[in-house]
């Protein structure tokens, strides 16, 4: 397979295919302050609370397909580089 038909097929996956992919999820601290309940809070005063809520991480579906054709091109450049090495060491052509 030629090298400009495996960048022409990874562009258009990439470009055709939308939406995204959830990769982790990440606690986040909130803190907020608010009056204070009773009489505590007629006199003004406040009270903070703090939520842990989750945050998703989001990426692109067409960068995880971009990231998965790199890997694999390079690996078959590998594969094809050592294999010519081993050949070569042989005395094959």
Do not use: N
Request: hydrophobic share 45%.
């Amino acid at each position: 397979m030629s090298d400009e038909l495996i960048a022409g097929v990874t562009a258009l996956a990439g470009t055709s295919l939308g939406g995204s992919l959830t990769v982790a999820t990440v606690p986040v601290a909130v803190t907020t302050t608010t009056a204070a309940g009773g009489i505590a809070g007629l006199l003004g005063f406040t009270t903070t609370a703090t939520t842990i809520v989750a945050s998703p991480v989001v990426v692109p579906l067409a960068g995880a397909i971009a990231l998965g054709a790199a890997l694999t091109y390079g690996g078959l450049k590998a594969y094809e580089f050592l294999k010519d090495q081993q050949s070569s060491a042989q005395g094959q052509p």
